[in-house]
Every structure is written in C-alpha cells, then in structure tokens.
C-alpha cells in the first residue's frame, strides 16, 4: 500500500472508499485533549484502502516520543474495526515532522474553549526563515487578555507551557509553536 504523504496537506481524499476510511478515523479523539479529533490535530495524514479492502490511516506523532501514540492507534484500529473493516492498518509516519501549523482552525478554536490557548504564530518550519522570529504574547482562553506570563516552559505535557493571565489571576496551558 501506498504510505506517501503530501508534506503539509491533510485532507479528506476523494476517492469514496478512502474517504469513508477518513471519515471513521477524524472522529477518534486525542486522549490528552480529548475536545479534539486527531484531524483538528493534523496527526491525520491520509487514509487509504487496498484492492482487497484493507483499510490503513496514516498518522503523525505531535513528535517522536508522544505517548499517546499507542493509545491513538489502538483506538483508530478499534473505530475501524467496529465499523467493519477486516484486520485494518495504521502506519506511523515520522517525514515530515508535524507541525502546529497542521491544526485546523476549528481545533485551535476549541483549544481556547477548552481553556488552552492554542499556538500564537507558525512554527519555523518552511515558512520562516531569514531573520529570527519574535516572541508573542499568549492570549488568555478565558478572560482574553494578552497581559500574561510564562510560568514554565513545560505545562501538562511537553507540547505545552504553562501560563498565567495576570488579569483575571487563572493559570492555563498554552500549546508551544512547533
């Protein structure tokens, strides 16, 4: 089976049999944040069926050492397995590395609903380069402001930082740009 995926496109393939393979696997949540479905999180990269019906989706780690890894393939195998598909596969693809720039709009939106501010700007990766980037503030997900502080540069798990507003006094994750 084909395993190549397109750098930074992540979207519902057009062929009918694939897609219903996409549509089952978008659905499964990430066990960390659980608000979001893995296509929010872009680690959804392409999803595919072979001649002989054989259903693989493709994933990205948000990096190499994530643990939820085993928990997202074991609960895509499930959902695809559920849904009818006969000893289905789920390929782990490291190239190219995910970025923050994968997550959609819509996950980014119910990141600061979930009270985790999501990534302020784009990660270095293909789209800056030349002059160093600047850091920006993070906005608050709850009250708005943009009067905040680092607290530590590692929050609930690595991919986060942990801030504080120092407007409304609440702590809150913010998803590192990456």
Known sequence: MNTQVHPHTS?????????????????VADPEIPVLSIADLGILRDALVADDGTAQVIITPTYSGCP????IKQDLLHALESAGYADPEVVLVLA?????DW??????????????APPSGQSAVGAQRGATRLSLSV???RCGSIQT????????????????CAECKEPFDYFKVH
């Open 11 to 27: 979207t519902r393939p057009l062929d009918a049999r694939a897609g219903a393979v996409w549509d089952i696997a978008a659905q």
């Open 68 to 71: 939820a890894m085993g928990t």
């Open 96 to 100: 190219p590395a995910w970025s923050t």
């Open 103 to 116: 997550i959609t709009d819509e996950g980014k939106r119910k990141l600061a609903e979930y009270g985790i």
């Open 139 to 141: 906005r608050c997900p």
């Open 149 to 164: 502080n680092e607290l530590s540069r590692f929050g609930s798990t690595s991919c986060k930082a942990l801030y504080q």
